[in-house]
């Protein structure tokens, strides 16, 4: 709870088996079918926000900004919201636009869910924002494994005892509840964070987002703690260093053969192999450990690796089944 920003004499707090699990059994338990989920974020939110609401049967909207929010609120009359102040684009909803949204769903009665995935450690460590429960929401989940904590791979929910309780009816119907063996391994974890080891993984991350910026220039996209290498401009470098003007494959498959590089060649892990299956279209460069950069060789390893992968990828884009026989095996390429 005081991860969360929660007190005990109001709120209760469960563990799941990951994040998708919380998202998931939040809706289980407080959405009916023929009801509406309306989401808000910077960009858009996860896809497990968007298939938990269809999977309860509900009709979910998503909006980007506080007036798009306002006016869906007024118009719809959701059963749920679900606020992701960090978005899976890794853009962030300002503190002004979350003391804006709140307010108008809590006017109206309606549950406030944050998918705060990163956004619980980020948000206050990188930008003094409140703890995800100091927002003012009914509840709330994040992950265990990443931004300043160390594991494991489990959802940690708090908010309103009486929500939590009822979610986590459901969700033992289901299975989606952490197993007791990992409990005291989250608790270390938990008792283990310091926001400025978040500080140090973005401080980390930038150097590396600078090395990339001198072999890729502006297709390094960055936003303020992550960089990133969107799946068009992949294919588009991939296709101006094999001398093609028609793209052979579409965009998610040159990052994905990217990816199957980085892994292979230089045994670099991305989003693609440490989660399955990835929120974007990306390749993620964020919250690097000093100490495993190090260990590879330093941001401009990082930025040679990339290079030339993309350099190997111009060279598979040619014959499309090379590409298929990397990501899927040459018997299934065949």
Known sequence: LEHLGGTADRHDAMLFNRMTAATFSVHLALVKPGDVVLGVSATYSHPTVVRSAAQAGAKF?????????????????????????????????????????????????????????????VGPAMFDQPKMLELGVDLGATGLDKYGVIGP??????????????????????????????????????????PERVRRLVESTRTV?????????????????????????????????????????????????????????????????????????????????????AAVGGPEAIATAVDRSLSKLAELVRDPARIAALLFGDETAA
Do not use: C, N
């Open 61 to 121: 909207i998503d909006t980007t900004t506080v007036d798009a929010f306002a006016d869906a609120l007024e118009r719809e009359a959701p059963a749920l919201v679900v606020v992701t102040r960090l978005a899976v684009s890794y853009d962030l909803l300002p503190l002004d636009a979350l003391r804006r949204i709140v307010p108008l769903a809590r006017a109206r009665g309606v549950t406030i869910y944050v998918d705060d995935a990163g956004g619980a450690r």
């Open 153 to 194: 791979r489990l959802g940690l929910m708090a908010g309103r005892a009486d929500l939590v309780s009822k979610i986590r009816a459901r969700a033992f119907e289901f299975g989606l509840e952490a197993r007791p063996m990992l409990l005291p391994a989250a608790v270390r974890s938990l008792e283990g964070y310091r």
């Open 209 to 293: 987002a600078a090395a990339l910026r001198k072999v890729l220039g502006a297709r390094v996209h960055e936003t303020p703690v992550t960089a990133q290498l969107r799946a068009d401009d992949v294919l588009a470098i991939a296709l101006e260093r094999a001398g093609l003007s028609a793209p052979p494959v579409v965009p998610i498959e040159a990052l994905a053969a990217l990816a199957m590089l980085l892994l292979e060649d230089y045994g670099l892990i991305t989003v693609h192999f440490a989660g399955l299956p990835p929120g974007t279209s990306s390749l993620l460069i964020k919250f690097i450990p000093p100490e495993t950069l």
